[in-house]
């Protein structure tokens, strides 16, 4: 490639980035969907130095502490304690890492298997083609976290085998949308050029047709990502997920059932944790929807 060429392209590129960004900003909701995003991932990078005491330590001297601002609280505890003693604060810092690190390792195992099915399903047509489809809707006709607590009960309960279970529930929706959009690309003069000029069929698939299926994907993997976050808490809730003394917001929740009444705190925060975190990442889904997809955006 010429420097001309270069040029050019890093130009197109350039501007397709601040097309992106004068969209996407426009949904205001999804702009503080991305901050709190940002807050998240920083605070989940920088959880050792952010949280005060060590998650699973168990204080003696402080059960059931609440926050600081009640009577009874103690300044080291700024959410409290606990029913063994353990600092709120801390735990919910540390659970920010296993929420970004479900939702990471949900997302690529769906996402990679998905569009390798969907690609296969909408290239061939066919019989592999119906085939294909008819075990997609199979899977997408039960409830997805009844299949994936299927699933967990079967591989057995814990955080690896919950992943496992929940990106093979998500697998048909992004298997349906590539084939959808391949079906669509296919039809294009681009797509026929190619294959005049020699393309096989893994070039076709994976160089011509999947970079134009890209938007709605990342669509997609966006809202999936906040679905593994809710399931995965689910899942740990019903003790099938993340095992105490995990300090897994879902987890959290579970082991704090019995306290409702007497200590408001130890249920509250891993829920609020819970519902600013899939908020904040549906409305930065939403925004990418309108920022990717051409029917949506405004003149």
């Avoid at 001309?4 to 900003?25: D, G, K, V």
């Avoid at 669509?219 to 809730?237: H, K, N, P, Y």
Wanted: positive net charge.
């Amino acid at each position: 490639m010429s420097n001309t060429e270069y040029l050019s392209t890093a130009a197109i590129r350039r501007q397709m980035l601040a097309e992106f960004w004068f969209y996407f900003r426009q949904n205001r909701g999804a702009v503080a969907g991305l901050v709190v995003f940002i807050l998240l991932v920083l605070t989940a990078v920088f959880a050792l130095l952010l949280a005060p005491h060590d998650p699973t330590t168990q204080y003696r001297d402080a059960f059931l502490l609440p926050p600081v601002w009640q009577d009874g609280g103690r300044a080291e505890f700024l959410l409290g304690t606990d029913a063994v003693g353990r600092d709120m604060l801390s735990r919910l810092i540390f659970g920010a890492q296993y929420s970004l690190f479900i939702g990471i390792v949900v997302v690529a195992i769906a996402l990679v298997g998905g569009v390798i099915i969907g690609l296969i399903a909408g290239f061939f047509r066919g019989w592999v083609d119906a085939v294909i489809m008819r075990v997609m809707d199979v899977i997408l006709a039960f409830p997805s976290l009844l299949l994936a607590l299927v699933l967990v009960a079967v591989l057995g309960p814990g955080l690896t085998n919950a992943m496992i279970a929940i990106a093979i529930v998500y697998q048909p929706h992004f298997a349906r949308l590539t084939r959808a959009a391949v079906m669509g690309e296919m039809r294009r003069e681009y797509v026929t050029a190619a294959r005049v000029a020699g393309a096989g069929n893994l070039r076709l698939m994976f160089k011509t047709i999947l970079p134009n299926c890209l938007g709605p994907l990342i669509v997609q993997a966006t809202l999936s990502f906040s679905s593994a976050v809710l399931d995965s808490a689910a899942l740990g809730f019903l003790g099938m997920g993340a095992q105490p003394p995990s300090p897994e917001w879902g987890t959290m929740l579970a082991e704090a059932r019995e306290f409702i009444l007497r200590a408001w705190w130890v249920v509250t925060l891993p829920g609020l944790a819970i519902l600013v975190s899939v908020l904040a990442i549906n409305m930065m889904g939403d925004g990418l929807r309108d920022a990717l997809d051409p029917k949506l955006k405004r003149s």
